[in-house]
T-cell receptor, first 113, second 112 residues
Framework: DTGVSQDPRHKITKRGQNVTFRCDPI?????LYWYRQTLGQGPEFLTY????????KSRLLSDRFSAERPKGSFSTLEIQRTEQGDSAMYLC???????????FGPGTRLTVT | GQQLNQSPQSMFIQEGEDVSMNCTSS?????WLWYKQDPGEGPVLLIA?????ELTSNGRLTAQFGITRKDSFLNISASIPSDVGIYFC????????????FGKGTKLTVNP
């Protein structure tokens, strides 16, 4: 049984560069969620998908952020023109049904220098 | 901003002691979930609660969904060193979206 996987686990980038993260959910889960976590805080919601449809985006998701789930399986989160404030842990979670348990991946730690 | 108040922020206990932590809110929740997070890793689900008053156990862990639907607690009995980590409560707001709202976490340190 494979859980949620994320790649890369760590990313160091210079300010102004673009970065892309990948999430592979648990295979039978049609819900996929992205969260961001900064030091000392709980995860904060960014966006979620039901299959390939993006159903909600947080105000945290500025115009520099875009997420896709083109075939309803894996998802990508892209950050353009990164800023130091983007440094955080980016977490992906999946769920088989709405308003149910969400299972998290190991996260991608982004450091913007 | 955060809509869940989680307490205490941190706890230092001796191995073998019992631990209790809780989450409260001014809003009503339809689910309560408790997660544990180790440094550099994602949160791991411990217990899920779906009904007001529900009391659920998972080994040495016990959690309850408050009757008012505005609070939940997590108890850990007979703590062991591997219980060290940050514990988060999370839930789905009544009338809200599918996103989880998280507390700020309780950092647990267990002295052997």
């Amino acid at each position: 049984d494979t859980g949620v996987s994320q790649d890369p686990r760590h990313k160091i980038t210079k300010r102004g560069q673009n970065v892309t993260f990948r999430c592979d959910p648990i295979s039978e889960h049609n819900r996929l969620y992205w969260y961001r976590q900064t030091l000392g805080q709980g995860p904060e919601f960014l966006t979620y998908f039901q299959n390939e449809a993006q159903l909600e985006k947080s105000r945290l998701l500025s115009d520099r952020f875009s997420a896709e789930r083109p075939k309803g399986s894996f998802s990508t989160l892209e950050i353009q023109r990164t800023e130091q404030g983007d440094s955080a842990m980016y977490l992906c979670a999946s769920s088989p049904t709405p308003y149910y348990e969400q299972y998290f991946g190991p996260g991608t730690r982004l450091t913007v220098t | 901003g955060q809509q869940l108040n989680q307490s205490p922020q941190s706890m230092f206990i001796q191995e073998g002691e019992d631990v209790s932590m809780n989450c409260t809110s001014s809003s009503i929740f339809n689910t309560w979930l408790w997660y544990k997070q180790d440094p550099g890793e994602g949160p791991v689900l411990l217990i899920a609660l779906y009904k007001a008053g529900e009391l659920t156990s998972n080994g040495r862990l016990t959690a309850q969904f408050g009757i008012t639907r505005k609070d939940s607690f997590l108890n850990i009995s007979a703590s062991i060193p591997s219980d060290v980590g940050i514990y988060f409560c999370a839930g789905h707001l009544q009338g809200g979206s599918e996103k989880l709202v998280f507390g700020k976490g309780t950092k647990l340190t267990v002295n052997p």
